[in-house]
Nanobody, 127 residues
Framework: QVQLVESGGGSVQTGGSLRLSCAAS????????MSWFRQVPGKEREGVAV??????TWTADSVKGRFTISKDNTKIWYLQMNSLKPEDTAMYYC??????????????????????WGQGTQVTVSS
């Protein structure tokens, strides 16, 4: 059974930085797609960044140039968040699926395409 556990959230002021981590236990697959989503109350979950097993990445326009997704050689993925803004305040979730990102039928930003989710970590940015 795969479990994802996020960490690294917290409260910062505008312009600050945080690094989120997502640690996976269990076997996802030799090919996988891993994403960071975020959600604020009353809104849909929004895709923020994606990375696949080949190291290919994608980031949303709203965070491009400020957020960076990466992974190490173990089953840990990261979201480095710099120049944080109040509008980045949200619950952040990591999600994974055992297939390459390019094969997800609805694309990488649809939450239903992922079958493993973390519990979420809160990020709060104050002005």
């Amino acid at each position: 059974q795969v479990q994802l556990v996020e960490s690294g959230g917290g409260s910062v002021q505008t312009g600050g930085s945080l690094r989120l981590s997502c640690a996976a236990s269990g076997y996802i697959g030799s090919r996988y797609c891993m994403s960071w989503f975020r959600q604020v109350p009353g809104k849909e979950r929004e895709g923020v960044a994606v990375i696949d097993n080949d190291g290919g990445t994608w980031t949303a326009d709203s965070v491009k140039g400020r957020f960076t997704i990466s992974k190490d050689n173990t089953k840990i993925w990261y979201l480095q968040m710099n120049s944080l803004k109040p509008e980045d305040t949200a619950m952040y979730y990591c999600a994974a699926v055992g297939q390459h990102c390019n094969t997800l039928p609805a694309g990488t930003n649809v939450p239903s395409g992922y079958n493993y989710w973390g519990q979420g970590t809160q990020v709060t940015v104050s002005s």
